[in-house]
Nanobody, 114 residues
Framework: QVQLVESGGGLVQAGESLRLSCAAF????????MGWYRQAPGKQRELVAI???????NYAAPVKGRFTISRDYPENTETLQMNGLKPEDTAVYYC????????WGQGTQVTVSS
């Protein structure tokens, strides 16, 4: 059974940085895409960043230039470096992976105070 485990969330002040990590367990394959989504209270889950197996990246407009996604391929690990955090970045962040099916982590809370 595939399991994605996130770490690195927490409470920070505006302008500070956090680094999220995600590791997959129980896989015998390498994911094609890995990424991060987030969901703020009362809002829909939204894409933050995606990285393909070839290293191509795509960022949501609100985080472009502040967040950096990376992964170790073919190992199924990824990180999200978040700099210049803003209160509107406050959300539960979910690790996402794709190999035929979608896989999701349990989520990690990121809270940015003003």
């Amino acid at each position: 059974q595939v399991q994605l485990v996130e770490s690195g969330g927490g409470l920070v002040q505006a302008g500070e940085s956090l680094r999220l990590s995600c590791a997959a367990f129980g896989t015998i394959f390498s994911f094609t895409d890995m990424g991060w989504y987030r969901q703020a209270p009362g809002k829909q889950r939204e894409l933050v960043a995606i990285i393909t197996s070839s290293g191509r990246t795509n960022y949501a407009a609100p985080v472009k230039g502040r967040f950096t996604i990376s992964r170790d391929y073919p190992e199924n690990t990824e990180t999200l470096q978040m700099n210049g955090l803003k209160p509107e970045d406050t959300a539960v962040y979910y690790c996402y992976s794709l190999y035929v099916d979608e896989y999701w982590g349990q989520g990690t809370q990121v809270t940015v105070s003003s």
